[in-house]
Each structure stands twice: as C-alpha cells, then as structure tokens.
C-alpha cells in the first residue's frame, strides 16, 4: 500500500475527528489494562480531547492524518519522536497504520517512541517494521510504564 497522498497535515476542522479516535483507541486498547473508569470514561472525553486541537496548537502542528475521504488514522511526531499514532479500530490490519508510520520515518526522520509496556499488538506492530526495545522504560502519570522503541537500521525496512 502506498497512501502516502491520504496523508496530510491535521487542520482544526479534524479536531472533532482526531479526538473520536483517541478516545476510542484509549478505551479500546488501554482502558482493559488499568480499569479505571474515572479516567477512561470522565476525564478522557471526546470534546475535552478536541480542544487540544486549536489552530496552532503544539497538538495540531504536530498531528498528520490518513485521510481518504475519512478520517481512518493519525500520527503525531515530535522532532524524532512519534508521540501517538492510532487507526480507527474498523479499518485497522488494512495497512493504514504502517504508512503513517513509514511516513513519520521517511517524511519526518522519525525514530523512536514510547509504548505501553503491555501492548503487546502494539509492541509487535513496530517490532514488524524495524523497531526494537531500547530496554529504557518510565513511568508516566505515576501509574503507566511504558517501554522506549527505536528505529534499529535504515529507512529501508519501514
């Protein structure tokens, strides 16, 4: 798949958009690890989440879309950081993903990342495209662990 022309950067009009999937991929893919319900279901909310995205937030400036009619899947890269990359659950395992990421790598000279510890289909999604585990690990927000990913050879294998 090469769907590098669906990929364009986020506008204010995609806040509503990008939200909706971070939102759903927080639930649906984190919230079974830590079940708590205050956060996943309160304090994470669409709309709190959309107002993140201003015009020339640090959030949208940062923030790319795969947009081919829909919104299906973003990316946000900091510098040689990929900060957030998630698919709408119904069209994930169509390769959406994986050119978000190869163009973070190629476009952007990104190369590494956070993921939760537990994600294994997370883990084993980048471990597929040249990523390995650093063996650096942190604790964000005193109750996540999160393990460090880098990009091991050259954009060749994204």
Known sequence: MNDKKHIRPATPEDAG???EITVTNYRVNFYKF????EFYFGELNVLDTA???TENS???LETYVYDDGIIKG????????IVKLYV?????????GAELLRYAV???SASWLWALEYNERGIAFYKRHGF???GEKMIEDEWVPLVKMALTDTKEQI
């Open 51 to 53: 107002a993140e995205y």
């Open 17 to 19: 958009r990008i939200a």
């Open 74 to 81: 973003i990316i946000r890269i900091n510098g040689s950081e």
């Open 58 to 60: 640090q959030e949208l």
């Open 88 to 96: 709408e659950p119904q069209f994930q395992s169509l390769g959406i």
């Open 132 to 134: 390995e585990l650093t």
């Open 106 to 108: 190629n476009e952007h």
């Open 34 to 37: 830590f079940k708590n319900d």
